[in-house]
């Protein structure tokens, strides 16, 4: 679990493609002796297991299935992405629970001045418009985002200068991809009602 509070911005130092997935390699500041083998690290938004690290780095395998549900298999050496270790019993909750499983790509369609915040503007595919709530929680590419002014498939989230600062969002631009995880909440109560459709139409 995670709470989409970004903890450092890592550089991909490399990445390389096979049918099978991908291996990564990222340059972060993050404490590396406090990294673990096997532990689970969030990659603009994707749950990743650490395979190797080394001095200031740390190397991940990418499945097959995360780069087809995922902006990562557009990364190159050079490309920025939001780092965060997972939650401990001890950790505050400052952002919301976030599960590192990405729904879905969305893109940015526009980024507006706000006085000193930015206003952007996202889209999603259709089926994940229906989990966004008006002051409702989003992940966007790790980062733990409120939702407003929703229209359809598309919905704003402001950003403030320290978010633009210490996270990816500072580098977008209109067209480009990024990773949605909707909020799990909402998941489970469209899961469980379903089940209850189900049962109350079998005994009708």
């Not at 991908?22 to 096997?38: D, E, M, Q, S, Y």
């Not at 359809?152 to 200068?161: D, K, M, Q, T, Y």
Request: proline content about 2%; charged content about 25%; hydrophobic content about 40%.
């Amino acid at each position: 679990m995670f709470s989409g509070i970004i903890e450092d911005l890592g550089t991909v130092a490399d990445i390389r493609q096979s049918a099978e997935g991908a291996v990564l390699t990222l340059r972060t500041g993050l404490p590396i002796a406090k990294i673990k083998i096997g532990d689970s690290i969030a990659v603009s938004g994707a749950c990743l297991t650490v395979i190797a690290k080394g001095r200031g780095t740390v190397k991940m395998d990418v499945s097959a299935e995360t780069l087809r549900r995922t902006s990562l298999g557009d990364l190159k050496a050079g490309n920025r992405v939001n780092l965060e270790r997972c939650l401990t019993l001890n950790t505050l909750l400052n952002g919301h629970i976030v599960a590192g499983h990405v729904d879905s790509v969305g893109r940015v369609v526009s980024i507006k001045p706000e006085g000193d915040s930015k206003l952007y503007t996202f889209e999603v595919p259709a089926n994940e418009a229906r989990y966004l709530v008006e002051k409702g929680s989003v992940a966007i590419d790790g980062i733990s985002l409120t939702v407003f002014s929703i229209r359809g498939r598309r919905f704003s989230c402001a950003l403030i200068p320290h978010t633009l600062k210490v996270t990816t969002m500072g580098f977008r631009k209109p067209g480009d991809k990024v990773n949605i995880e909707s909020d799990m909440m909402a998941k489970y109560v469209e899961r469980i009602l379903s089940g209850r459709g189900t049962i109350a139409a079998a005994v009708s």
